[in-house]
């Protein structure tokens, strides 16, 4: 069997957001009985099929980094993650549903990521509104994913998936909204793994079947993020 191409996706959140658990749960399509902390990276690939179905299907492999430590860490902690930030193609972002925080500080994790050369700035918001032209050209496909969608009571529901609807929209991504301990949240054919197929096929073509793709240490000639002053946004 031939070697298989891959592409590399960072899983960013902060910690206790359920990454480890979400990669896993990716990647063997299984729940993490025993999750622990991540330090620096860990890695996991799970096999992914291109256009499923059609005559163009194949076979890749997705390299899953997730990446430990928090948004706020001293600047010594950020340049060791940098390293982890090299020639990536795609980028998901998790929030913990139950933690206003750590939906905030997706902000802040994409910047550090897009913009690893640069001290992020944070979110810019303008009338209490986030500025959306930080990643107006912003070429890496991304994926918000957010977590414990168990913890939130049904009457809750509605009124915590309305507060973080504009994340999707701030970062032109799909969402996906689940509990890492229900695979059925993943099962095939249901509009998550829609969405999953669909985020992980774009990675794919941005890196091998497009021209001009850009990761990101091929953006130097597109406008730079940051530079904004850090604000609150808007959770009440």
């Known amino acids: 069997m031939a070697a298989l191409d891959r592409v590399k996706v960072l899983v960013l959140g902060d910690s206790g957001v359920g990454k480890s658990s979400l990669v896993h749960l990716l990647c063997q399509n299984q729940v993490l009985g025993n999750p622990s902390w991540t330090v620096g990276c860990s890695v996991d690939v799970r096999i992914h099929d291109y256009k499923e179905g059609t005559p163009e299907e194949k076979t890749y492999y997705i390299e899953l980094w997730d990446v430990g430590g928090s948004v706020g860490s001293a600047s010594s902690v950020k340049s060791t993650r940098a390293v982890f930030y090299n020639s990536v193609n795609g980028i998901i972002l998790v929030h913990d549903l139950t933690n206003k925080k750590s939906s905030q500080n997706l902000y802040r994790w994409s910047l550090e990521a897009l913009n690893r050369d640069v001290a992020p700035s944070g979110v810019l918001v303008t009338n209490g509104d986030y500025d959306r032209e930080q990643f107006a050209d912003n070429q890496i496909p991304l994926l918000v994913i957010g977590t414990k969608l168990d913890q939130i009571p049904e009457t809750k529901r509605n009124e915590v998936l309305t507060r973080i609807a504009f994340l999707a ?37 941005k890196r091998y079947l497009l021209r001009d793709n850009n990761q990101i240490p091929g953006f130097s000639d597109r406008k730079r993020f940051g530079g904004g002053t850090l604000k609150s946004l808007h959770y009440d």
């Open 169 to 205: 929209e701030d970062f032109n991504a799909e969402e996906i909204n689940l509990d890492c301990t229900n695979p059925r949240y993943l099962a095939a054919g249901s509009s998550n793994a829609v969405k999953l197929s669909r985020f992980f096929d774009k990675v794919i073509e």
